[in-house]
């Protein structure tokens, strides 16, 4: 059985709590969109999950202004809109679109209320991971799509598109001119976008940057994630410190992704070494995960590793090992719902 001890400990009766001070929850950082969407994620897949989804959707519904945006972050009873970004809500509407298929009547009502008082909004984004997300969250709806849905995903698939198109070069097949975090869910979005709509352009683009990011991040044999200091432009050397879990995951649910819609074997090795990257298939050979805690630590650094256990770690984590460590050791499939 999963551990969730540290889950229970990061979350009060508000939602879950951002950072902690070693494995003790720092209460005076407050609460974000980000790890409030991955957590009622996790609880959705959770067997007696309905207390917590039921939690984090309510904050989220909080955090969700009038007029329809969302806050990322609140703090010491405030709300700090200079830390809003597109990314934090694509994540929040992957999370909603996750809990309108939970068993929960509450938790379905919130969610699908704030799903779609956001949606228009994501038209205007500039955020290719925002995009990402979005696309993702809408092509995991689980209904027919409506007229206006098959627009949304037309546009933002065009997008991203478009993006490579600009910035790919001989020997660089990728988005942009520079490759940092959650890198997975660009090209997983667009297999979504391939398995819900038949969209071979998403398909063939989706190969190709999974392939070229592959390479990158398993060149050494196990998973050596771009470091967040400096991350890996274009002509330049690939930042080999920090490494953070929110990574592993990522590049996990897209391999995973790859594995069902194309069928190619070699992305089910690769997930299984993503997998692997929290139990010391890494750089220093060193865990993430704490047994005595249940919580993920932030970080593999220089030194090794950061002992602070907050809420984007564990929840990654956690997803990961939820859905495929399962499916690798079960050989069943996972719904590919989670992302990072």
Not at 77 to 84: K, S, T, V
Not at 97 to 122: E, K, Y
Not at 234 to 241: E, L
Not at 307 to 327: D, F
Request: charged letters at 20%; proline letters at 3%; aromatic letters at 10%.
């Amino acid at each position: 059985m999963l551990d969730y001890r540290h889950l229970y400990r990061l979350t009060d009766s508000n939602g879950i709590v951002q950072f902690s001070r070693l494995s003790d929850p720092d209460p005076g950082s407050g609460y974000t969109l980000d790890d409030n969407a991955r957590a009622l994620i996790v609880a959705a897949h959770m067997e007696n999950g309905h207390h917590l989804a039921f939690t984090y959707a309510s904050w989220l519904s909080q955090a969700q202004r009038y007029d329809g945006t969302w806050s990322n972050l609140q703090a010491l009873d405030h709300d700090i809109r200079a830390l809003d970004s597109e990314d934090s809500v694509g994540r929040a509407l992957l999370a909603c679109a996750i809990g309108m298929s939970s068993p929960w009547p509450d938790v379905q009502s919130l969610c699908r209320s704030m799903f779609n008082r956001h949606l228009p909004r994501t038209m205007r984004f500039r955020s290719p991971r925002a995009v990402a997300y979005t696309l993702t969250a809408l092509c995991k709806v689980k209904k027919p799509l409506s007229r206006d849905h098959l627009h949304q995903i037309k546009h933002l698939s065009s997008f991203l598109l478009n993006l490579y198109k600009q910035n790919r070069k001989k020997g660089w097949h990728w988005f942009e001119n520079i490759i940092t975090y959650s890198n997975g869910i660009l090209p997983q979005s667009l297999l979504c976008v391939y398995a819900r709509t038949g969209d071979k352009s998403a398909l063939t683009t989706a190969h190709d940057t999974l392939n070229f990011l592959c390479d990158i991040l398993f060149k050494s044999g196990y998973l050596s994630i771009i470091g967040n200091q400096g991350w890996y432009v274009r002509g330049k050397k690939v930042a080999r410190f920090d490494q953070q879990p929110v990574d592993a995951a990522s590049i996990a649910f897209a391999c995973l992704e790859g594995y069902q819609i194309i069928g190619e074997q070699h992305y089910l090795d690769l997930a299984r070494r993503a997998h692997r990257w929290y139990h010391g298939d890494n750089v220093h050979g060193l865990s993430l995960y704490d047994r005595n805690t249940g919580g993920c630590f932030d970080a593999l650094t220089p030194e090794g590793v950061n002992l602070n256990q907050g809420a984007e770690s564990l929840l990654c984590y956690l997803l990961c090992e939820q859905h495929v460590a399962r499916y690798i050791h079960k050989n069943q499939p996972a719904a590919m719902e989670q992302s990072s």
